[in-house]
């Protein structure tokens, strides 16, 4: 462990400045001395998986971007997540374990009892040895039930969507915020809402793990897409926000058709069917005094403008309806 936090610190003293540097190693200390306080019985494996994590984090962090050193902030947070979620699903297999030897030994000690009236004291034992393994059936429940509920919070406290692994609603609703509470920018930002054509059906037809294996081939299309200032958002169910940041419309709607293309020009295979995926997106520009609800707003009409149309295209809807 000790060897892991000298190069993790190489790694930091490379690339950021002191105070960045600090800042990174106090969150990455906070997020495992809390791993391991909620561990009930912590090992140096569950140590070793979050410090390689983080240094893989760190190795991809850009000094010069604000964006990229908070990244690196959640991604500790995210790791710290990961092993509780790997500890809850160790409890569980334990817990069914449990469980099936408790209903083994109750049926076991119903056979025998019968026949070991005078031997008591080997029902007696019998009976020790299943109030033992149900008292360690609810210690595995409390701590199955601590581990939930630190998760659920952590998602909470979480800008950083679990699942495709990009920016989520809630951290959408922060940067809108930001953004539109300044009144007035020097350049022109663009928002689209992507929306998979379709997602019910793909998910009736071949099961919710390939529909999540779709959103995250979109979410990985969507970062190979973009330039480094655009961001992207998962909106919630199938639908995606992206921000495009000093382009005007015209750059606006090349980079919407180019995600239309790189999208439908690609089949993916699952279970030996192949999936065919498409996207209609809406878009809209920033106009000086929106609020965030506006922004969104235009750009969901857009959508619905493109999915009446046929699906698989772009539409755009200004500040004035056209």
Request: aromatic share 6%; with cysteine; charged share 30%.
């Amino acid at each position: 462990m000790y060897n892991h936090t000298i190069q993790i610190t190489v790694l930091l003293g490379d690339l950021l400045e002191k105070d960045d540097l600090k800042s990174l190693v106090t969150q990455m200390y906070k997020e495992l001395l809390e791993n391991i306080d909620s561990q009930t019985k912590p090992n140096k494996e569950q140590v070793i998986d979050y410090l390689e994590d983080a240094i893989e984090t760190i190795k991809k962090i850009d000094d010069e971007k604000i964006d990229s050193i908070e990244e690196a902030r959640l991604a500790f947070t995210n790791a710290y997540k990961k092993i509780a979620k790997k500890s809850i699903s160790s409890y569980k297999k334990t817990n069914g374990k449990f469980a099936e030897l408790t209903k083994l030994q109750q049926e076991t000690l119903d056979k025998v009892k019968p026949h070991f009236i005078d031997v008591p004291s080997i029902i007696t034992r019998f009976d020790d040895i299943q109030t033992h393994m149900t008292n360690e059936i609810e210690k595995a429940n409390e701590i199955i039930h601590m581990l939930s509920k630190q998760i659920i919070e952590l998602e909470e406290n979480s800008n950083l969507d679990g699942l495709t692994r990009v920016f989520n609603r809630k951290a959408l609703d922060i940067y809108l915020q930001n953004i539109t509470k300044k009144g007035s920018l020097q350049h022109e930002l663009h928002l689209l809402i992507l929306d998979i054509d379709d997602f019910k059906n793909i998910n009736d037809t071949y099961g919710h793990v390939a529909g999540d294996k779709i959103l995250i081939f979109l979410a990985n299309l969507l970062r190979k897409t973009l330039r480094d200032g655009d961001k992207v958002f998962r909106y919630g169910g199938e639908e995606f926000v992206v921000i495009l940041n000093r382009i005007d419309t015209k750059q606006c709607k090349e980079i919407a058709q180019r995600i239309l293309q790189n999208i439908s020009n690609n089949t993916l295979l699952y279970k030996g069917h192949s999936v065919n995926v498409t996207i209609s997106i809406g878009a809209t520009r920033y106009n000086n005094g929106d609020t965030p609800d506006m922004l969104i707003e235009r750009a969901d009409k857009a959508l619905y403008k493109s999915k009446a149309a046929g699906k698989n295209q772009l539409n755009t809807e200004d500040a004035h309806g056209t």
